[in-house]
């Protein structure tokens, strides 16, 4: 069996020259080819001799993903199913506004958690996401912005399908490489990890010396709600949560983003924003207002644009800082919690 070049540190490749014979170099060079320059072939790779490639050739394979189809929107989002090696496949989509770009990428091959108002939900998890593979769907994204904007990406979310703290080295080593210079080099800062919430592992990455930004799927501050809408929930209380977040405060000075829907008989009642602005208030945290994206399940409408307005002035008027996401990318179930595979 080969071996997949991309699991191998830049040491271990450079190891592999050597005791081939030849220079360190070599090993540097071939790192730069996979991961800096994304070539998903030795025979790119032209500042190595024919026989050298060759000789790569019969050791290891480039795994990589590969476009399977591109789908475009009115809006302008882009949404895109990836092939993986083993013929899986996950979406990754591009969303541009006015002055940035954002992708989003998916870290596991559907999810293990039971969201109800959520596509891919419905999916069976099936595995976990390499970080070359999500690596490779930033590097994508990037080619179309460049392509179709003329801009290069400018911000990453890690909002596609699965959880990306359930697939949590692989996502390490996935930011580490996309924001290292000696891969696309994008700023740490510029990148969210969103997560339905399991404190060990928030508290695990608050230990990381990373500056990412941490986003946190609330949509209840009431825990029966919360446990009916996000059934495997119940597994950890939102007081446990609260602890984890402000471990992540005290550790990294980053306040962590609430994601939030707004529903029709769910969670549209001042009980429901006396509860978010309670439990906002007892940790450094700001509200993203989601807007609601028909997965066509009867159980789930979106609350009123009234009901939003009041969600935003009555936070605001609590000096909580709130934005409201509009989606984007519905008319190609592009948007959030559409992603599907279908
Ligand atoms: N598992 C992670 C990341 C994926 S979901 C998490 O739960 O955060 C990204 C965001 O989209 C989450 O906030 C999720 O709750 C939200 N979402 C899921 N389904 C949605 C839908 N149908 N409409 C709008 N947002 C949705």
Same mark, same amino acid.
């Given at each position: 069996?080969?071996?997949?070049?991309?699991?191998?540190?830049? *040491?271990?490749?450079?190891?592999?020259?050597?005791?081939?014979?030849?220079?360190?170099?070599?090993?540097?060079?071939?790192?730069? !080819?996979?991961?800096?320059?994304?070539?998903?072939?030795?025979?790119?790779?032209?500042?190595? =001799?024919?026989?050298?490639?060759?000789?790569?050739?019969?050791?290891?394979?480039?795994?990589?993903?590969?476009?399977?189809?591109?789908?475009?929107?009115? *809006? @302008?989002? &882009?949404?895109?199913?990836?092939?993986?090696?083993?013929?899986?496949?996950?979406?990754?989509?591009?969303?541009?506004?006015?002055?940035?770009?954002?992708?989003?990428?998916?870290?596991?091959?559907?999810?293990?958690?039971?969201?109800? #108002?959520?596509?891919?939900?419905?999916?069976?998890?099936?595995? +976990?996401?390499?970080?070359?593979?999500?690596?490779?769907?930033?590097?994508?994204?990037?080619?179309?912005?460049?392509?179709?904007?003329?801009?290069?990406?400018?911000? &990453?979310?890690?909002?596609?399908? @699965?959880?990306?703290?359930?697939?949590?080295?692989?996502?390490?080593?996935?930011?580490?490489?996309? =924001?290292? *210079?000696?891969?696309?080099?994008?700023?740490?800062?510029? /990148?969210?990890?969103?997560?339905?919430?399991?404190?060990?592992? &928030?508290?695990?990455?608050? *230990?990381?010396?990373?500056?990412?930004?941490?986003?946190? =799927?609330?949509?209840?501050?009431?825990?029966?709600?919360? +446990?009916?809408?996000?059934?495997?929930?119940?597994? #950890?209380?939102?007081?446990? &949560?609260?602890?984890?977040?402000?471990?992540?405060?005290?550790?990294?000075?980053?306040?962590?983003?609430?994601?939030?829907?707004? !529903?029709?008989? /769910?969670?549209?009642?001042?009980?429901?924003?006396?509860?978010?602005?309670?439990?906002?208030?007892? /940790?450094?945290?700001?509200?993203?207002?989601?807007?609601?994206?028909?997965? @066509?399940?009867?159980?789930?409408?979106?609350?009123?644009?009234?009901?939003?307005?009041?969600?935003?002035?009555?936070?605001?008027?609590?000096?909580?800082?709130?934005?409201?996401?509009?989606?984007? @990318?519905?008319?190609?179930?592009?948007?959030?919690?559409?992603?599907?595979?279908?």
């Amino acid at each position: 069996m080969k071996i997949d070049i991309r699991n191998l540190s830049e *040491d271990q490749i450079i190891d592999f020259f050597k005791e081939k014979g030849f220079d360190s170099y070599r090993g540097r060079q071939v790192y730069e !080819w996979i991961w800096k320059k994304s070539s998903h072939s030795f025979d790119e790779m032209t500042n190595l =001799s024919k026989d050298l490639r060759l000789m790569l050739d019969t050791h290891f394979v480039i795994n990589h993903i590969e476009v399977d189809k591109i789908q475009k929107s009115s *809006d @302008g989002t &882009i949404k895109n199913a990836v092939k993986l090696f083993d013929d899986y496949t996950v979406e990754s989509v591009l969303i541009p506004t006015e002055d940035r770009t954002t992708a989003c990428v998916s870290s596991q091959v559907g999810c293990s958690l039971d969201c109800n #108002f959520c596509a891919t939900a419905k999916l069976k998890r099936m595995r +976990n996401l390499n970080p070359d593979e999500i690596y490779d769907q930033v590097v994508t994204i990037n080619n179309q912005s460049l392509k179709y904007f003329n801009r290069s990406l400018s911000n &990453i979310v890690f909002m596609g399908m @699965g959880e990306p703290l359930m697939n949590y080295n692989n996502l390490i080593k996935s930011i580490e490489k996309i =924001s290292s *210079d000696k891969g696309l080099n994008i700023s740490q800062k510029r /990148i969210v990890v969103s997560t339905s919430g399991i404190p060990k592992m &928030i508290k695990k990455l608050a *230990d990381e010396d990373l500056r990412v930004n941490l986003a946190l =799927s609330l949509h209840s501050a009431i825990e029966e709600t919360r +446990n009916l809408i996000m059934p495997f929930s119940k597994k #950890f209380s939102l007081e446990e &949560i609260k602890d984890s977040l402000t471990y992540w405060y005290a550790k990294t000075k980053r306040k962590v983003t609430f994601e939030y829907i707004v !529903w029709k008989d /769910i969670n549209d009642s001042i009980e429901h924003i006396s509860a978010l602005i309670k439990y906002c208030k007892s /940790i450094p945290s700001k509200v993203n207002l989601i807007e609601y994206n028909s997965i @066509g399940d009867e159980n789930f409408k979106s609350a009123s644009e009234n009901m939003i307005n009041l969600y935003k002035d009555l936070l605001e008027k609590n000096k909580i800082t709130v934005t409201v996401r509009r989606s984007r @990318g519905k008319d190609i179930d592009a948007a959030c919690g559409q992603l599907a595979n279908k």
